[in-house]
């Protein structure tokens, strides 16, 4: 909000009358001439009052632009309410929530005739509350995250006898990291002021972006090799094939990604032709989806199991997790038909757009067709495959043993596939379930068993598979578009859900950057371990170190065996001692493992190597067991390690498109972190320039360096 946010400054300089009377007021108060009320726990709503005069009497012209009016000493408003508004607009600009803490009212008639509004982070938070959190409920249910942290920024008003507010004490200065512009409308006092913007998806008819205009067939953020053809010349161009019979409908598709490379510099999107130089397959991938394959390609998921249109239009995602454990997307794509080679056009085209960045692991459907593009084009990734889908294909391959017992069945499978703890338990238990529903001759079944390490979970415990391992679809981060995509959805839907999907989860990635960064969580022990972990990790993923530290608690720690420097140990629940864990562990070099994989698979140091560190003296995580994929910085961190890549391939394509990426991210932030204030906002402003005038002089004396023709 410049917002208005100069509609509630007065007049700084008062009348002498009113000045004069406002000294007698002030000295009044010492004098105990007015009592304290007790302080008001309210958040301060935003309250236009657009009824009264409003008197400015210097220049806001400057503050126009991205700066932000500062409150002063002095600083008069016609109201209370007025000075609320002024400085929650302020708060807002700045980066923080205010609190309408405490008030003083007159003795003679009961009104308040001061106001104190303060960040809502002053304070803390009260015993009372704390006290329900503690105990016997930290077992049951988790304590509201902390928001106080006795920050003294406020801004003190009082009332003049002639009825004018001023600003009587001021201080700006705040004991914590003030909110990015992103996260700003979770805010308490600006939610109400939040209006998320339409998405581009509809804005089909938006002047300049008319469907009637030539659209680009292949096109990425260096535009090489664009090709262009009429509306009319769509339709012909279109031609057969399932994205072909529908006209309209593609011309809307391809009118979307037109509309989204004018608003994204860096959207890239693909077209696959049919022999006949027809329209056939469309891949596309925005800014934000390569941004984030560039900070989370060690686990992606290729999904083709949604289906578009009553012509059920396979809709491929390409899928990942991000530091807060949430779903992003890294790419999409539908396909004319589910052939070898579609999937390798596909994934060729996705690795391109991905700077020739191969995924670390890609967890695929049960398909082998998928399986031959995939060893042709991620030769350098491991493969896995889904054991949802696996599951989902059972009704169709088991045909009558599967419908006369399901329920039964699913029982059998489960505890064969999910409760096997070793593979000599698994190879016995497949056997029986075979033998017993008269199984042995079953193509797929035998096709499963002769593929079982590359989807049965005791094979696997040494993958890593950031938590995207799941049995169920609802806990799978595949179900990134469920409820938004089907098979009733057309063409020209598809851009709307597909915008409206992708914006309800980066709105899901915002609010829970704005939980890791504005709350802290209340810690259940007195551990530095568990303090270490409060400090590094995204809200997310403490949540679930955290239980791990609490667990750790309750297991009893054996020393069994030693080799050399490493020591084996015995760990068990007191209550569980007839199952028992192992874990290696050689205290010279800091390094564990237990037997239960759980670093391995999840990235997260599980109960039983953190009770063995409590009972050996090992107070915080040694730095080999902090994921930086997991931590708030993660983003940071990851590009930093992209550099050396990035200097690797400077002179091909894809290291430009890499280069574009990180620029194009740094960018960004320098807006955001320019917001700040009005101070910082010109110190960023002045950086930027300068920064540019740098780049074009250095390319300008590589352009001389360059040898003559």
């Not at 800014?287 to 199991?305: L, M, W």
């Not at 679809?473 to 851009?495: E, I, K, M, P």
Request: glycine share 6%.
């Amino acid at each position: 909000m410049q917002e208005g946010i100069e509609q509630y400054i007065m007049e700084v300089v008062p009348s002498s009358e009113c000045e004069a009377k406002g000294v007698d007021s002030f000295v009044a108060l010492g004098d105990g001439g007015y009592e304290h009320s007790v302080a008001e726990e309210v958040e301060a709503p935003v309250v236009l009052d657009d009824g009264k005069e409003v008197y400015v009497d210097f220049d806001l012209s400057q503050y126009i632009g991205g700066g932000v009016v500062e409150p002063t000493l002095g600083m008069e408003f016609t109201s209370e309410d007025d000075a609320r508004n002024f400085y929650n607009a302020y708060a807002k600009q700045t980066g923080f929530s205010i609190r309408v803490n405490s008030y003083y009212r007159s003795k003679k008639d009961n009104s308040i005739i001061s106001r104190e509004f303060c960040c809502s982070k002053e304070g803390f938070r009260r015993e009372r509350h704390a006290k329900k959190d503690s105990g016997e409920d930290a077992k049951r249910r988790r304590a509201r995250a902390l928001t106080r942290e006795g920050c003294k920024a406020l801004m003190t008003v009082r009332r003049r006898d002639c009825g004018r507010w001023y600003v009587a004490k001021l201080e700006k200065n705040h004991n914590h990291e003030l909110v990015s512009p992103a996260m700003r409308h979770f805010l308490r006092s600006h939610k109400q002021d939040f209006a998320p913007e339409k998405s581009c998806s509809n804005s089909f008819s938006s002047p300049g972006l008319s469907l009637d205009a030539p659209v680009d067939v292949l096109t990425d953020c260096s535009s090489f090799g664009k090709m262009e053809f009429a509306v009319q010349s769509n339709v012909n161009y279109i031609g057969r094939g399932r994205l072909s019979t529908f006209g309209i409908d593609a011309q809307s598709l391809l009118g979307f990604f037109k509309i989204m490379q004018a608003s994204d510099p860096a959207f890239y999107y693909a077209i696959q032709v049919d022999e006949e130089e027809r329209l056939s397959s469309v891949f596309w991938v925005d800014t934000r989806s390569r941004i984030a394959y560039n900070c989370f390609s060690d686990v992606v998921a290729f999904d083709t199991t949604y289906q578009v249109n009553q012509y059920k239009m396979p809709f491929a995602t390409f899928t990942g997790v991000n530091h807060h454990k949430h779903s992003v997307l890294f790419g999409c794509a539908l396909l004319a038909d589910e052939t070898e080679s579609t999937f390798s056009w596909l994934f060729t085209t996705w690795l391109e757009a991905m700077s020739g960045r191969q995924p670390g692991l890609i967890i695929t459907d049960y398909d082998p067709a998928i399986s031959r593009a995939v060893q042709q084009v991620f030769p350098q990734s491991s493969h896995r495959y889904c054991k949802w889908h696996i599951i989902s294909k059972m009704p169709k391959e088991l045909g009558h043993v599967y419908s006369v017992t399901p329920r039964t069945f699913q029982v059998e499978f489960d505890r064969c596939i999910n409760k096997s703890e070793t593979p000599d338990a698994f190879e016995s238990t497949w056997q029986m379930l075979l033998d017993k529903n008269n199984l042995r001759g079953n193509n797929w079944l035998q096709s499963l068993y002769i593929d079982r390490k590359l989807w049965v979970p005791v094979y696997m415990r040494d993958t890593f598979f950031a938590g995207m391992y799941a049995a169920q679809r609802s806990g799978s981060v595949n179900s990134l578009f469920d409820g938004y995509v089907n098979s009733g959805t057309t063409l020209q839907d598809f851009a709307e859900q597909y915008e409206k999907a992708l914006d309800e989860r980066y709105e899901k990635e915002a609010r829970a950057e704005f939980e890791t960064f504005y709350t802290k969580p209340v810690l259940k022990t007195p551990l530095p371990v568990e303090k270490q972990g409060a400090d590094i990790y995204t809200r997310n993923m403490f949540t679930i170190f955290q239980d791990e530290v609490f667990e750790s608690l309750l297991f009893a720690v054996k020393l069994s065996a030693e080799d050399g420097g490493t020591s084996t140990y015995e760990v068990s629940r007191f209550d569980e001692e007839h199952k028992t864990y192992f874990v290696a562990f050689n205290i010279a070099e800091q390094l564990a493992s237990c037997s239960c994989k759980m670093f391995e698979f999840e990235g997260i140091l599980c109960r039983h190597v953190l009770a063995v560190f409590k009972a050996t003296n090992v107070f915080t995580l040694p730095q080999c067991y902090i994921l930086k994929r997991w931590t708030r910085n993660a983003k940071e961190e990851v590009m930093l390690d992209l550099l050396p890549c990035v200097e690797l391939q400077a002179n091909s394509q894809k290291g430009r498109n890499l280069q574009y990426n990180i620029l194009y991210q740094e960018a960004i932030k320098c807006a955001e972190e320019g917001m700040a204030s009005d101070q910082i906002f010109k110190v960023a402003l002045n950086a930027l320039r300068e920064a540019r005038v740098k780049i074009v002089g250095a390319k300008r004396n590589a352009m001389k360096s360059m040898p003559q023709n």
